[in-house]
């Protein structure tokens, strides 16, 4: 059974913008929060930004601050990931996941299936 399925993954060129969704088939809880990982073959997946589902408060991870932007309709059940000027090293799976938040993959406890996201001249 589905429970989050990411869209928006594609080709793109270096300086591109790409928004990634992820729709959630389950009730969200207020206290839940949604994250934006990415991983690379190799390395561990690593949190780019959060977001608290009822209030909409925002945190970032080094690795996606500045040029990913996390944002969230609440009464879509849909959350965003927008990222601009994107570069070759930003090559990845993207993974939105919904759980208690934090910045590990161990405070979120539902997945999607991932979006491959590709940075290429």
């Known amino acids: 059974q589905v429970q989050l399925e990411e869209s928006g993954g594609g080709l793109v060129q270096p300086g591109d913008s790409l928004t990634l969704s992820c729709k959630s088939y389950?009730?969200?809880?207020?206290?839940?929060?949604m994250g934006w990982f990415r991983q690379t073959p190799g390395k561990e997946r690593e949190l780019l930004a959060a977001?608290?589902?009822?209030?909409?408060?925002?945190w970032y991870e080094q690795a996606g601050k500045g040029r990913f932007t996390i944002s969230r309709e609440s009464a879509k059940n849909i959350g965003y990931l927008q990222m601009n000027r994107l570069k070759p090293e930003d090559t990845a799976v993207y993974y939105c996941?919904?759980?208690?938040?934090?910045?590990?993959?161990?405070?979120?406890?539902?997945w999607g299936q991932g979006t491959q996201v590709t940075v290429s001249s």
């Open positions: 996941a919904q759980g208690s938040g934090g910045s590990t993959i161990w405070s979120y406890g539902r």
């Open positions: 389950l009730h969200v809880s207020g206290s839940d929060a």
């Open positions: 977001v608290r589902w009822a209030s909409g408060v925002t």
